[in-house]
Each structure stands twice: as C-alpha cells, then as structure tokens.
C-alpha cells in the first residue's frame, strides 16, 4: 500500500465500501506529487476490487450452503468473473488513465490553493493568522495518525470555528467546507456536515468554482449516507449538467441509479468511461449499479 493511501485511509469512515469521494480532498491536500497519486490510484482501485471479490465469495459460499437456485449462482459466478477480470485489467494497459487522474488531482490542488489565498485577503491581521493556523494543524492531521490526528483536528476545528466570528471569515466558503469535512471525519456528525457543505456551496456560487463543485459533492453524499437518496440526486443537479468531471459524473450515476433511473445512469457512466477509462474497474465494486 502507498504511503499517501496509508495516510488517507488511517481516516477513512467505517463503511463497507471505498468510494473515491471518502478520500478525495484529503489526498488532493496532501499529495506531493504525480507519482505518489499515480501509486496511490492503482493501490485503491486494486483495493475497491479485491474487496468486492471477497464480499462475491462470501455470497457464493452462503448461496452453496443454502443449496441456491441455479440462477442466483449463475449470477454469482458471472459477478466474481467480472470481478477477477478487473483485476486482470489493473495490470494492463492502465498508468496513462491514472497517469491522467494524478495530474488533475494536482491542479486541483494548486487551484484549491489559489482560491484559498484570494479568499484570505479581505482579512484582518489577526484574523488572517487564525485562518493560517486551521489550515496548518489540518494538513498536519491529514498526515499523522491516533492521537495526533485527533488532536490536530480538535485545533482545527477551535480555529475554524473561531475565524467564523469574523466577519469576513463568516463568508469563506473554505472555512465552512473545512468545518463540515471535520463533522463527517472527525465527529462523524453527518448532519451537521451536511449543512456546512451546503453553505460552503452558497458561498462559492457565485464564482462556481472547484470549491463549489466539492462542496455541492460532499453536501449530497451527506444526504446520501442518510438515505435521503432523492435529495442527493436533487442536490447534484446543480453541478451535474454540462459537467466533463468524471467524479461528479460517477455521484451522480450513482444517486440515479438509487432514485431508479436505470438509463440516466447507464448515460452518465459512459461518459464517465470515456473521460476516465479506469470508471469501468471501480463500477464493479459499487453495490449501487448492481
């Protein structure tokens, strides 16, 4: 496993599934480079797959024992072969499709930076250090473990909530964003996450940008996780049309799928694939799409 899967998966919520939204803006904070992406691309794919074979062969094993109909094991046994050969294809013909993904994570970083910066010069000397401060113990959480990442979060977010009492802090649609990633990471708090996402998305309306895109995410992945699937699949509209980004895409393949519709999904996977090959590996591990 890389050392940035390492770290961003030491964080990850307990979930039966790996979902590239879970780890997303915590790797695109911390990566160094193309290469550690690239590492940390195939390890997580290879991990979404390996674990869907298993769950496939515990299913198998079960429907064995209960002497299932034939056409229940006629499905199972398709499934692990899909399975298997997605895990063939992860040694094929792969690293440009991740070579690709890796190089946009990195301009997302930088651009995320970019807006970060613009966004703290309206602030006052005193404010401003504050603001600093969160965005310091935040990437020192998102690299360490234990301890020290429950302790560098806790600072985070007594800062964060602190610039908030600012009025210029108020309306930073970075602070608010940081604020609900902390509530679902850090508090598991998936309400209350859910409205800062959404405000983080008011905020940065306007300039729709990559912020607004990751904050209308992130605000119907939380009504997701609380099964309020329409209105996750509401929420993603505001960024789904016109969209070219595979991730936005692949969400809301997912909420249609949820919400039954079969063919809207079925579209927008295959313009996820065309944009990004490697969507046709990481489909197989989604229960959603099955």
Same mark, same amino acid.
């Given at each position: 496993?890389s050392?940035l899967?390492?770290?961003?998966?030491?964080?990850?919520?307990?979930?039966?599934?790996?979902?590239?939204?879970?780890?997303h803006? $915590?790797?695109?904070?911390?990566?160094e480079?193309?290469h550690?992406?690239?590492?940390?691309?195939?390890?997580?794919?290879?991990?979404?797959?390996?674990?869907? %074979?298993?769950?496939v062969?515990?299913m198998?094993?079960i429907a064995?024992?209960q002497?299932? %109909?034939?056409?229940?094991?006629?499905?199972?046994?398709?499934?692990?072969?899909?399975?298997?050969?997605?895990?063939? $294809?992860?040694?094929?013909?792969?690293?440009?499709g991740?070579?690709?993904?890796?190089?946009?994570?990195?301009k997302?970083?930088?651009?995320?930076?970019?807006?970060?910066?613009v966004?703290?010069?309206?602030?006052?000397?005193?404010?401003?250090?504050?603001?600093?401060?969160?965005?310091?113990?935040l990437?020192?959480?998102?690299r360490?473990?234990g301890r020290?990442?429950e302790?560098?979060?806790?600072?985070?977010? /007594?800062?964060? /909530?602190?610039?908030?009492?600012?009025?210029?802090?108020?309306?930073d649609?970075?602070?608010?964003?940081?604020?609900?990633?902390?509530?679902w990471?850090?508090?598991?708090?998936?309400?209350? %996450?859910?409205?800062?996402?959404?405000?983080? %998305?008011r905020?940065?309306?306007e300039?729709?940008?990559?912020? $607004?895109?990751l904050?209308?995410?992130?605000?119907?992945?939380?009504?997701?996780?609380?099964?309020r $699937?329409?209105d996750?699949?509401v929420?993603?509209?505001?960024?789904?049309r016109?969209?070219?980004?595979?991730?936005?895409l692949?969400?809301?393949a997912?909420?249609a799928?949820?919400t039954?519709?079969?063919?809207?999904?079925?579209?927008?996977?295959?313009?996820?694939?065309d944009?990004?090959p490697?969507?046709h590996v990481?489909?197989?591990?989604?229960?959603?799409?099955?």
């Open positions: 496993m050392k899967l390492s770290q961003v998966m030491s964080a990850a919520t307990t979930t039966p599934y790996i979902r590239q939204i879970d780890n803006y $915590h790797a695109a904070m911390i990566a480079n193309t550690d992406l690239v590492d940390y691309q195939r390890a997580l794919l290879r991990l979404q797959v390996e674990s869907t %074979a298993a769950n062969g515990m198998r094993e064995l024992r002497n299932a %109909a034939n056409d229940l094991l006629g499905e199972i046994r398709e499934e692990t072969s899909a399975v298997r050969e997605a895990i063939e $294809h992860l040694d094929d013909a792969k690293e440009r991740l070579t690709r993904i890796a190089a946009r994570l990195i997302q970083q930088e651009i995320l930076l970019e807006i970060a910066e966004l703290r010069k309206p602030y006052e000397t005193q404010a401003l250090e504050i603001r600093n401060q969160a965005d310091k113990w990437k020192s959480g998102m360490h473990t020290e990442r302790d560098d979060y806790t600072d985070t977010m /007594r800062l964060l /909530r602190e610039v908030t009492k600012n009025p210029i802090g108020n309306q649609c970075v602070t608010w964003f940081q604020i609900g990633w902390l509530l990471k850090h508090k598991a708090s998936i309400a209350a %996450a859910e409205q800062s996402f959404y405000r983080a %998305a905020l940065s309306e300039r729709g940008d990559l912020y $607004h895109v904050s209308v995410r992130h605000q119907s992945h939380m009504q997701y996780l609380q099964g $699937h329409q996750a699949y929420t993603i509209q505001k960024i789904l016109e969209s070219r980004d595979p991730e936005t692949y969400d809301g997912r909420y799928a949820k039954g519709r079969t063919e809207e999904a079925i579209g927008l996977l295959d313009i996820c694939i944009v990004n490697v969507t990481s489909m197989f591990t989604e229960e959603d799409f099955r």
